[in-house]
């Protein structure tokens, strides 16, 4: 048999999740150039014909975006920024209807037209979904240290 | 033709919910270019053409690339037509796949009526205008007419001679019906008054009827007389039975020659029968 004596103990595995202090989550990232954490953003652009447009970045949080075509058309939009032209693989915008769009951190959105369109454009964020994301993203975290150090404390034994 | 041509996005760039093609068209080979699309498109209440051919881009075309449809007063077009400015017609160097109007209706810019004497006549042309609106949503109903013209005239600008006169020429096209009304208030009599229909020719001809290079053929609506002092001359035209035209080339004169005054001559077209 082993003698274990003088061995540390292992850790708790929920000590985290045992803890009665208030948690503390990440504060929303700070309003600055292009950051439309805070913001709804309403405007009307000008499409230019053969160009392929980036309407939301990857960086940008969580957010709706509605975009309400004002003019005949076509405008197309994707979320890759490499597609042909009315060949189905983008989504078409429909003449005064508005069409919404959920963009998750690290998406993209991208429009492209054959001629000079009008289009409406609105961003709404969603802030909680970001608050959201970041608690998960820190429980997931705080578990997977915790499987972490119970698994290296079994691979010691 | 306006120089430099109106630019449709302009207008949609300023937030209009139609773009309209409004220019006076000075000869037949205009190729007036739109670089927007439309739900619908119709003649514009202005024009004075009847038949403009509009020609887009269309993959599904062999060859050419290249669809077309005619715009008439009581067939609007009621679909999308789009320029494909990211794309390019099949052409060597390749063209941008934009909008493009032109006349169908025949249109002589040196038109010259038969018999036309450069010593003692002067000739009034109106230069006819190109109408056109493209709607950017489906409009509630397409206009299936032009609005009516009306040309009036109170003052003639007759040569100074013996029996000189003046040819109004006036644009047509397409017209179902016209109304020529002359109230002679002159104080004398207007000699020669005469109406005809002109139906202009694309041909050329090396024994043309009129002075001009092609073969224009006119119609007498009114034979040449003369209209007393006070009194009117009301002479109508339905295409029922006096036929279509191009234009009506209408013709007075002053027996002393010189200008005419207080005599108005009113010419009512419209696109009703």
Not at chain 1, 35 to 43: A, S, Y
Not at chain 2, 67 to 81: D, F, K, S
Not at chain 2, 175 to 187: C, I, K, P, Q, V
Request: glycine content about 8%; proline content about 9%; overall charge neutral.
């Amino acid at each position: 048999m082993t003698n274990i004596r003088g061995r540390r103990p292992l850790p708790n595995p929920n000590s985290q999740t045992l803890s009665r202090a208030v948690p503390t989550f990440p504060a929303p990232s700070s309003a600055g150039p292009g950051d439309v954490f805070n913001l709804t953003e309403p405007k009307t652009f000008i499409t230019r014909p053969g160009a392929i447009v980036q309407l939301i970045s990857a960086q940008q949080p969580w957010a709706k975006v509605t975009l309400t075509l004002e003019t005949a058309g076509p405008v197309e939009v994707s979320s890759s920024s490499n597609w042909t032209f009315l060949n189905g693989q983008g989504q078409s915008l429909i003449t005064n209807v508005p069409m919404d769009f959920t963009i998750a951190k690290g998406n993209n959105l991208y429009l492209q037209a054959g001629s000079a369109e009008r289009v409406r454009f609105t961003l709404s964020p969603f802030p909680w979904l970001e608050i959201i994301t970041q608690v998960l993203r820190g429980g997931f975290s705080s578990l997977a240290t915790a499987v972490s150090a119970l698994a290296s404390a079994v691979r010691g034994k | 033709m306006t120089y430099p041509q109106p630019r449709t996005s302009d207008q949609i760039a300023a937030g209009a919910p139609q773009w309209r093609l409004y220019t006076k068209v000075a000869g037949q080979g205009e190729i007036y270019e739109i670089d927007n699309s439309c739900t619908a498109m119709a003649l514009g209440p202005e024009s004075d053409f009847g038949q403009i051919q509009i020609s887009y881009l269309d993959p599904s075309v062999p060859t050419s690339n290249l669809g077309a449809v005619r715009l008439t007063p009581q067939y609007p077009y009621g679909g999308r037509i789009a320029p494909r400015l990211d794309t390019s017609y099949p052409l060597s160097p390749p063209r941008k796949g934009i909008v493009l109007a032109s006349l169908f209706d025949n249109f002589n810019t040196g038109y010259l009526p038969s018999g036309f004497n450069v010593s003692k006549m002067q000739l009034f042309v109106v230069t006819p205008i190109l109408d056109i609106i493209g709607w950017q949503q489906p409009p509630p109903t397409l206009p299936q007419k032009r609005a009516d013209k009306t040309f009036e005239y109170q003052f003639h600008a007759c040569t100074v001679a013996a029996n000189g006169g003046i040819w109004y020429v006036l644009p047509a096209f397409l017209r179902r019906y016209a109304m020529f009304h002359l109230f002679n208030n002159s104080g004398a009599t207007i000699k020669n008054y005469e109406i005809r229909g002109v139906n202009f020719s694309t041909v050329s001809n090396p024994n043309p009827v009129g002075p001009g290079p092609r073969d224009d053929a006119e119609s007498v609506i009114l034979a040449a007389g003369d209209i007393a002092d006070g009194t009117v001359s009301v002479v109508e035209a339905p295409a029922s039975t006096k036929g279509m035209f191009d234009a009506y080339a209408i013709f007075l004169s002053s027996v002393a020659g010189g200008n005419i005054s207080n005599a108005p001559l009113r010419v009512y077209l419209t696109d009703d029968a």
